[in-house]
């Protein structure tokens, strides 16, 4: 069974600070992996997704995940926050076989002035 | 524009009155699903669809009905609504293939007294 943890609800940094946010998955076999983005009153948007294609992962607004099989992480990274960044963000794995998505319990990501 | 819709974004409603969410999506997608988000417990899949007149619970299914008739929607049914259905509701949709993205609608608030 697929699962994926997310250390970590709440994350504050400072504007300029690197943001660090923390995904580890379990899967049985190789995973498609995910960073979901939800801004207040709104969907969730994809970020980037890990698809074996490369290790290192860029997505959209700056933000980059590198995949570490032998850690089994997937953590989401950009080096200098924003105020626009504040939102909550979610890991979520699948597998080939099927479409689903499991999602982790999310990261509420505060930035600060 | 590419996109998921849902109505109506905001319902509140008594215990046992039936209601139906509806979706929509006009990006041909073959795979629809429904999640519902909780504080502390990320989205989790009620029911999903592979295709048309095929659908299949997900890890929270008791309480909801869905049906895919046509392609484009997939609307998600409650014949008794209960308080502990209150939560934030998404449909998403995608093609088909392990790796593809869902696509998110913009969420129905509901909450049932």
């Known amino acids: 069974a697929q699962s994926v943890t997310q250390l970590g609800s709440h994350v504050s940094v400072s504007e300029g600070a690197l943001v660090l946010l923390r995904c580890n998955y379990s899967?049985?076999?190789?995973?498609?992996l995910f960073w979901y983005v939800q801004y207040p009153n709104q969907g969730l948007q994809l970020l980037l997704k890990?698809?074996?294609?490369?290790?290192l992962v860029k997505g959209i607004n700056g933000f980059e995940a590198e995949f570490k099989k032998s850690e089994t992480s997937f953590h989401l990274t950009k080096p200098s926050a924003h105020m626009s960044d504040a939102a909550e963000y979610f890991c979520?794995?699948?597998?080939?076989?099927?479409?689903?998505?499991?999602f982790g319990t999310g990261t509420r990501l505060q930035v600060f002035p | 524009e590419a996109q998921v819709t849902q109505n109506p974004r905001y319902l509140i409603t008594v215990t046992g009155k039936k209601l139906t969410v509806t979706c929509s999506q006009n990006?041909?997608?073959?795979?629809m699903s429904w999640y519902r988000q909780d504080p502390g417990l990320g989205l989790r899949q009620i029911y999903y669809?592979?295709?048309?007149?095929?659908?299949d619970k997900g890890d929270v299914p008791e309480g909801y009905k869905v049906s895919r008739k046509e392609k484009r929607n997939f609307p998600l049914i409650l014949e008794s609504p209960s308080p502990n259905q209150t939560s934030l509701y998404f449909c998403?949709?995608?093609?088909?293939?392990?790796?593809?993205?869902?696509?998110f609608g913009p969420g129905t608030r509901l909450t049932v007294t």
């Open positions: 998403a949709s995608s093609s088909t293939g392990g790796a593809r993205e869902q696509y």
């Open positions: 669809s592979m295709n048309v007149e095929v659908t």
């Open positions: 899967s049985s076999v190789p995973p498609y």
């Open positions: 890990y698809t074996s294609a490369a290790t």
């Open positions: 979520a794995v699948s597998t080939g076989n099927t479409d689903k998505l499991i």
């Open positions: 990006m041909n997608h073959e795979y």
